[in-house]
């Protein structure tokens, strides 16, 4: 079954992330870093209207 990602921004994919123990550690530009509090695992969040579907699926993985 393959499953198709939705088209989401920058900012609802960080409030995702939020809910998911990420925590924004700092912005440069049109760019968020963020950091899990479990592993120390860092991402960064492009703050576009719409995500690529290949940049919202590594940024998933």
């Known amino acids: 079954m ?3 990602l939705p088209r989401i921004g920058g900012k609802d994919l960080i409030k995702y ?3 998911k123990c ?7 530009g049109s760019h968020v870093v963020l950091r899990s509090e479990h592993d120390n695992r860092i991402v960064v ?5 719409e995500l690529d579907r290949g940049t919202l699926l590594a940024i998933l993985e």
Not at 22 to 28: E, L, N, S
Not at 45 to 49: E, S
């Open 2 to 4: 393959v499953y198709r």
């Open 17 to 19: 992330l939020s809910k």
């Open 22 to 28: 990420y925590k924004p550690t700092r912005q440069r």
């Open 45 to 49: 969040v492009p703050l576009h209207n």
